[in-house]
């Protein structure tokens, strides 16, 4: 724990439980159909989107895909909106009409997220173009799966970001999995192989918040400091299925639970350098509860959409 900080190390820890046990709460409501969208779940990938937003401020813009609850939730979206807006409500993130896969936060750099895989690089390359044009000091960030990688779109952003030197930051958040395919059968080249020929590529452990949170810092750096671009792919390990609630069952894709667990490593960091106790996790993770608690009423007794609302956004 010698490059963090107690208060860093607990606010790191906060977030990746926030994620953590936001979507675990997801798990037993999906089934009752009271969510009225498909759900792509973060667990056991916390540490990529917490270490990395642990370095943005609102001012800076992200770009995601179709998971989305991690890094939304990291970025600093409220949690009533983001619970709201899976529920299907209009008080949620995107007034109902986006659903999990397409949430929208403005005020915290939000400015949609796509479903397509790797539809949502690129904008992230056109927002760093916009702060180098208007001289704004503030940078961009795509962050997409390893599956996304053989998209079109990442190759040509990747050259376009490079070309122009524009502040943005690519994150590959690395499962090694594209759905259910490895990335053996899908990706010729590892990642950070081939994108070092276009700028700085770097790499940490994504089961590690720790090590996100210090390699990106790095990255950040780089892109604050020279106004370029640059790239981390963060390898970590899917626990759930692709989409849905269930436990991913893969017999190539073995989760350990302590290994593998960002939250377990961290705890066990900062409890060994005397950071925090037991009973101070304990009060983390009831605060927590009681705020998803809250996120729930607040979604269970919000509007549904009305036949207005159908043609508002048109």
């Known amino acids: 724990m010698d490059k963090l900080t107690k208060t860093t190390g607990i606010a790191l820890l906060k977030k990746l439980r926030e994620i953590r046990q936001f979507e675990e709460r997801i798990i037993p409501l999906y089934p009752t159909d009271v969510m009225v969208t498909p759900v792509h779940l973060h667990i056991g990938q916390e540490a990529v989107p ?26 600093g979206m409220d949690m009533n909106k983001l619970m709201a807006e ?20 403005p005020a915290n750099g939000m400015l949609g997220s796509s479903a397509i895989v790797g539809g949502s ?26 599956g996304a990688m053989d998209s079109g779109v990442f190759w040509e952003s990747i050259n376009f970001a490079a070309l122009k ?56 750096a780089h892109i604050r400091t020279k106004r370029q671009p640059a790239f981390v792919e963060c390898r970590t390990k899917r626990w759930m299925k692709h989409q849905g609630v269930d436990r991913d069952d893969l017999t190539y894709n073995k989760v350990d639970p302590k290994q593998d667990d960002p939250i377990w490593k961290l705890e066990q960091g900062l409890l060994e350098n005397s950071m925090i106790t037991e009973a101070e996790i304990k009060q983390i993770t009831k605060d927590i509860e009681l705020r998803i608690d809250a996120a729930i009423e607040f979604a269970q007794n919000s ?9 508002r956004e048109v």
């Open 50 to 75: 917490v270490g990395v937003c642990a370095h943005l401020t609102a001012a800076d813009t992200i770009f995601f895909g179709h998971r989305t609850h991690g890094p939304a939730l990291a970025k």
């Open 86 to 105: 899976l529920y299907g409500r209009t008080t949620g993130c995107s007034r109902s009409y986006g659903g999990s896969m397409h949430v929208v936060d």
């Open 121 to 146: 690089i690129a904008l992230g390359v056109g927002s760093a173009l916009a702060a180098k044009l208007s001289g704004q000091d503030r940078i961009a960030v795509s962050y997409f799966g390893d």
């Open 165 to 220: 030197q524009v502040p943005v930051l690519f994150v590959c958040e690395n499962n090694l999995l594209s759905n259910t395919m490895t990335q053996a059968e899908h990706l010729f080249a590892k990642p950070t192989a081939v994108v070092q020929n276009f700028m700085p590529a770097f790499s940490a452990d994504g089961t590690d918040v720790q090590s996100v949170y210090s390699v990106v810092g790095e990255a950040i």
């Open 303 to 311: 509007p549904f959409p009305n036949a207005e609302d159908l043609v």
